[in-house]
């Protein structure tokens, strides 16, 4: 399937490359963009096929220009990698993406980059792989850092579309809440089967407590997904200052027993007299 895909790349190459479009007149810098003027390119299909899409260069200015084509974040192939595209006019350059037998269904991104001039454009691939979609996420090795407080976790996207994450925090003391941090959405996007290690810092954590966190992640069309970890913090001062209430009230404690020894020491004692004595 491949040869005979990238044989129809090079022969639609062959005759799209020497076809000349008069370019729009306007802005004399260079664009590349999917034909038909779409925002990105879209491509879809099930695992193990090769899809195909086309590339518009536009070179407006009065001399021919030289472009080099690469593909990130996903297989892409050109028809040609370097295009020179003659002045004032415009060539469709086709590519393919092959989908490997084992890429899983759902959304997947990649970026198809022109450079030339020394200036470099990107333009997004779309890809949506048929099949099953299953939206699942989990938070793995929740770890918290006693000393500064700082809350260690991993995202996992366990589905087969790409998820956008919000988490929220909770902390529970022995007296109570300490911390709640209520859901927000994360600066990231997993990719199905990406994972994602990230700190959440906490920069009041209790001084002297025993805690439980709490850290729950959802996504749309998701489960939610929580997991906990525990922590004891004891800070020196903390510490300290426990000590020394724990001295004052032992301190406070032999000063009361000593006090009513001396009370019950210095009380005089009454002596009976002898029988048949006169008091």
């Known amino acids: 399937m491949r040869t005979a895909a990238r044989s129809g790349l090079v022969a639609a190459a062959t005759a799209l490359l020497g076809v000349v479009a008069a370019a729009p007149p306007g802005d004399r810098a260079w664009t ?13 299909g099930p695992a193990g096929s090769v899809l195909q899409d086309t590339l518009s260069l536009t070179n407006p200015g009065a001399r021919p220009l030289t472009v080099r084509l690469t593909g990130q974040g996903a297989p892409v192939a050109f028809a040609a990698r ?16 092959t989908v490997t037998a084992d890429t899983s269904p759902g959304d997947h991104r990649g970026t198809v980059r022109a450079t030339a001039a020394g200036r470099e454009l990107s333009v ?11 939206a699942a996420l989990t938070v793995e090795d929740v770890r918290v850092d006693d000393t500064t407080g700082a809350l260690h976790y991993t995202l996992v996207n366990r589905g087969t579309t790409v998820l956008a ?16 941090r209520p859901a927000r959405a994360l600066p990231l996007t997993l990719r199905p089967g990406e994972r994602a290690t990230r700190t959440e810092p906490w920069p009041d954590p209790p001084a002297l407590d025993s805690v439980t966190v709490r850290l729950t992640a959802a ?11 525990e922590a004891a913090f004891a800070s ?14 032992a301190g406070g404690g032999a000063y009361g027993i000593a006090y009513g020894k001396r009370r019950r020491s210095g009380r005089p ?6 029988e048949g004595a006169t008091p």
């Open 32 to 44: 590349a963009a999917p034909t038909a003027g779409r925002p990105y390119a879209y491509l879809e």
């Open 82 to 97: 370097s295009v020179t595209v003659p002045a004032r006019t415009r060539a469709d350059v086709p590519f393919a993406v």
């Open 124 to 134: 997004q691939l779309r890809l949506r792989v048929s099949g099953p979609r299953l």
């Open 165 to 180: 994450p919000i988490l929220a925090v909770r902390a529970e003391g022995l007296l109570g809440t300490v911390l709640d």
């Open 219 to 229: 996504a749309p069309g998701a489960a939610p997904a929580t997991a906990r970890a």
């Open 236 to 249: 020196g001062p903390a510490l300290a200052g426990t000590a020394g209430l724990l001295l004052a009230a």
């Open 269 to 274: 004692r009454t002596r009976r007299a002898p």
